[in-house]
């Protein structure tokens, strides 16, 4: 049973940082690329970052492009998100999301999820 549980969300000001940490299990971790989402409500799921099996290669969302950083530590099977100068647009629900090499997920439509973990960020 895949099992993927985030933690680390808040609620801070802005401008200060975050890590938003997703803890995979019922996987064989290095073989799955790991993504983040976020997701306001009543608006669509919204594509944040992702990192490859072997966290040689990250993409990021044009939002959060300089802020945010993706890694993930194969011996953990954890994935990570730092956050830094965190803005109010960036209050969400932070979603971890798994999809195996070399596919990636879509969401609706293929990978596996977690719960979220709330963001709040106040101006």
């Known amino acids: 049973q895949v099992q993927l549980v985030e933690s680390g969300g808040g609620l801070v000001q802005a401008g200060v940082s975050l890590r938003l940490s997703c803890a995979a299990s019922?996987?064989?971790?290095?073989?799955?690329?790991m993504e983040w989402f976020r997701q306001v409500p009543g608006k669509e799921r919204e594509f944040v970052a992702r990192?490859?099996?072997?966290?040689?290669?990250?993409y990021y969302a044009g939002s959060v492009q300089g802020r945010f950083t993706i890694s993930r530590d194969n011996v953990k099977n954890t994935v990570y998100l730092q956050m830094n100068n965190l803005k109010p647009t960036d209050t969400a629900v932070y979603y971890c999301?798994?999809?195996?090499?070399?596919?990636?997920?879509?969401?609706?439509?293929?990978?596996?999820w977690g719960q979220g973990t709330q963001v709040t960020v106040s101006s």
């Open positions: 999301a798994a999809a195996e090499s070399p596919l990636t997920v879509v969401p609706g439509t293929y990978g596996y």
């Open positions: 990192v490859n099996w072997n966290g040689g290669s990250t």
């Open positions: 019922g996987l064989t971790f290095r073989r799955y690329n």
